[in-house]
């Protein structure tokens, strides 16, 4: 006989009432379940690995790249309150706080903050960063002489390496001692950085082969004698190409210039002495006599280091070049120490030669080239000279030159006539000491 059974009642899940619904736990570990799943369905799609998770109690930190460039040691177990004291009050020479900023940066400070606290704008910034490792990598070239390296401690320093970020290590190293020994500004670092930077794509130019891509005298010289292609006024080109002739810097340079001169200065021989009669006009040097209470009420001033005519040439080489200020309060600090100074408005033949300019001491105006016996006077004057320009040029320009020792004011006429090509600087200005009464000369009183 068959007996008929119930099938097997599967077992039961929820055997009773207290197991019918998920306790609290129960349905925080399946959520936990299921996000693991999505996260990992979601990974296997990314075409990359995702990086792993920190360990626990451990904060993810990106990776960030080491620094370009160490801190000095004096600034190494400095914090950040303290390094930003030495940024706002700028302690040091500029290439010894520089590395500062790049590793305020990477500490999570933004130009903007660093701005903030520090009141460098971020334009300085930038310029700092990159003029350091210029520098650095001036250091570490040995085409490059050490002991021009002081010459960008001060002033524009940071301008004028920052003009050269552009150049290879070799062209950096030369065009950097041109800019040293020449005493350039930061235009003129740009249009040299330029220059060498353009000359090797010009290879197809008539004349390239003539000018040395290792020299960037050669290569400005070059720039100068593009333009001179360029310019439409006959007057233009050639002066393009005086520029250039006195640029360059080896003889097959100088020799594709005078050649080309000499091709385009036929029949232009009027046109030069109109330029050289115009150039004799302009090279009267003003002549000034100090109001009292002028340097006072002057919108802006301008401090020279002054130099006795009897310290000679030695003493105005000594002086200091560059002029710098320094924190807050603009206080002005020299590359150098020196005890003389002198104080003048800043008239506008000062201003342009400010970086290079020196006041000598006459004692006796007398002693000056003027014309008229009325004109000079026995009492002391200041004749202001720019040692950047030396070169004799001009028969009407004035000249500092050292007889036996002695600083002395001559003309360029004098000068050319006896052969001497190179002064110790270009008097610009002679100022004379106030007096109640006006006796200002005119450009006929010059001899």
């Avoid at 030069?272 to 001033?301: I, N, S």
């Avoid at 603009?330 to 400010?354: F, H, I, K």
Wanted: charged residues 30%.
């Amino acid at each position: 006989m068959l007996s008929l059974s119930h099938p097997p009642k599967p077992p039961s899940f929820f055997p009773n009432h207290q197991n019918a619904r998920l306790t609290t736990e129960n349905r925080s570990r399946l959520q936990q379940q299921q996000r693991r799943l999505s996260v990992s369905a979601s990974a296997a799609k990314l075409p990359f690995s995702p990086p792993p998770s920190s360990p626990p109690g451990e904060v993810y930190q990106p990776f960030r790249p080491p620094p370009s460039s160490p801190l000095p040691a004096g600034f190494r177990s400095l914090s950040v309150v303290e390094r930003l004291d030495v940024l706002r009050l700028r302690l040091g020479l500029w290439h010894e706080y520089a590395p500062l900023i790049s590793a305020l940066s990477r500490d999570g400070f933004t130009p903007s903050s660093i701005e903030d606290a520090t009141g460098i704008p971020g334009a300085e910034q930038n310029r700092l960063v990159v003029a350091h490792q210029v520098r650095d990598s001036l250091v570490a070239s040995a085409a490059f002489p050490a002991d021009l390296l002081a010459f960008f401690d001060y002033g524009g320093g940071p301008e004028l390496l920052y003009e050269l970020r552009f150049l290879s290590a070799a062209q950096r190293a030369a065009s950097a001692a041109r800019v040293a020994e020449r005493r350039l500004d930061p235009r003129g670092a740009r249009d040299l950085a330029r220059a060498v930077k353009d000359f090797p794509r010009r290879r197809a130019d008539d004349g390239w082969r003539a000018f040395s891509p290792d020299s960037p005298a050669d290569c400005l010289a070059f720039a100068f004698f593009r333009q001179s292609r360029e310019a439409l006024d006959p007057a233009d080109r050639l002066a393009a190409l005086r520029r250039a002739l006195d640029t360059a810097d080896t003889d097959s340079a100088r020799a594709r210039i005078a050649e080309e001169i000499e091709r385009r200065g036929d029949g232009s021989k009027e046109e030069e002495e109109e330029e050289e009669e115009e150039a004799e006009r302009r090279a009267a040097v003003p002549v000034l006599r100090l109001r009292y209470g002028e340097v006072a009420e002057a919108a802006a001033v301008v401090l020279l280091p002054a130099v006795r005519a009897a310290e000679g040439a030695a003493g105005v080489a000594a002086a200091p070049a560059r002029l710098r200020s320094q924190g807050e309060l603009g206080v002005v600090a020299a590359e150098t120490a020196w005890g003389r100074w002198a104080v003048l408005p800043g008239w506008a033949p000062v201003m342009e030669a400010s970086e290079t300019a020196v006041a000598v001491e006459m004692e006796d105006g007398r002693a000056l080239p003027w014309r008229s016996i009325l004109a000079a006077a026995e009492e002391a004057v200041l004749v202001v000279a720019d040692r950047g320009r030396r070169k004799v040029e001009q028969e009407g320009g004035a000249y500092v030159v050292d007889r036996e020792g002695r600083l002395v004011v001559e003309r360029g006429k004098r000068l050319m006539e006896t052969g001497v090509a190179q002064a110790v600087a270009t008097v610009v200005l002679v100022v004379r000491p106030p007096r109640e009464e006006d006796d200002q000369l005119s450009e006929e009183d010059w001899e």
